[in-house]
């Protein structure tokens, strides 16, 4: 269950709740992971251009999207909250775990992880327009970033549909949560990243992570983020499109 506006005065709030923002692929990591779960859950979208009261109490070190609340306690950044559901809602009942329970396999994602956060993010930023740089190169420097992205799909893969294997895993939300701002800038920067030549792999696994159940309406419509920036560019800077 997700929600655009907090509950009535007469409603309790949910035991889960996201404050969160359709355009944020951090955003999209959390909702993933829930969906994957099986958890209930409410999205409380935030205003563009502004930061709610709710927001401020509950991450007033970052003041930044997403924000976890559990049962009222909050928890922020992406990657640290797609962590603690895995904990929370373990698996059972056909859930798949988010990350691998082998502890070396686990740190390996962990590494991966930081990496597309490290070049993935940055350079979608450039390539959008709301950061200066020279795009050609930041094209180039993402292409060289997802061709190894490619080659630790093989091996993280096995040979399987996902870096996590049978299923979506913690590093198909990681990456995958950046799917509709990669398209939104190809379109805005007049680029190719994600080529089918040149990353067949990554490219066949783009198309099966987003048509997944529990990605398919949660991945923003390109052309919508690309709209979007046209509307909101002189802003983008100070509202949190790319928050972690």
């Known amino acids: 269950m997700s929600s655009s506006s907090t509950s009535g ?3 309790p709030a949910a035991a889960v709740r996201v404050l969160g923002s359709w355009t944020s692929p951090f955003v999209m990591r959390v909702v993933v ?3 994957l779960k099986g958890v209930e859950y409410e999205l409380l979208q935030e205003t563009r251009g502004k930061k709610s009261e709710l927001l401020l109490r509950s991450n007033p070190v970052h003041k930044k999207i997403p924000v976890l609340l559990h ?4 928890l ?4 640290v909250i797609v962590e603690y559901i895995d904990e929370v809602w373990p698996a059972s009942d056909g859930a798949p775990a988010i990350l691998p329970r082998d502890p070396y396999c686990r740190a390996v994602e962990r590494f991966w992880a930081q990496y597309i956060d490290d070049k993935i993010l940055p350079g979608l930023r450039v390539l959008r327009g709301s950061v200066a740089g020279d795009k050609d190169q ?3 420097e993402m292409s060289t970033a997802l061709q190894r992205l490619e080659e630790a ?5 096995q040979g399987k549909e996902y870096f996590g294997g049978d299923s979506i895993g913690y590093l198909d939300i990681a990456l995958g949560s950046f799917l509709g701002w990669i398209k939104a800038v190809e379109k805005i920067a007049s680029v190719e990243l994600l080529n089918e030549t040149k990353l067949p792999i990554l490219a066949v696994w783009a198309d ?7 990605v398919v309406d949660v991945v923003p419509d390109a052309d919508k ?3 979007f920036t046209v509307q909101y560019g002189a802003v983008l800077n100070t509202v949190n499109v790319l928050p972690k």
Do not use: I
């Open 138 to 140: 930041t094209a180039g």
């Open 71 to 74: 049962h009222g306690k909050p």
């Open 33 to 35: 992971a829930l969906k």
């Open 225 to 227: 983020l690309v709209e």
């Open 208 to 214: 099966r992570f987003c048509a997944h159940p529990a």
């Open 9 to 11: 005065p007469a409603e």
């Open 76 to 79: 922020a950044e992406s990657l």
């Open 153 to 157: 799909f093989v091996k993280c893969s």
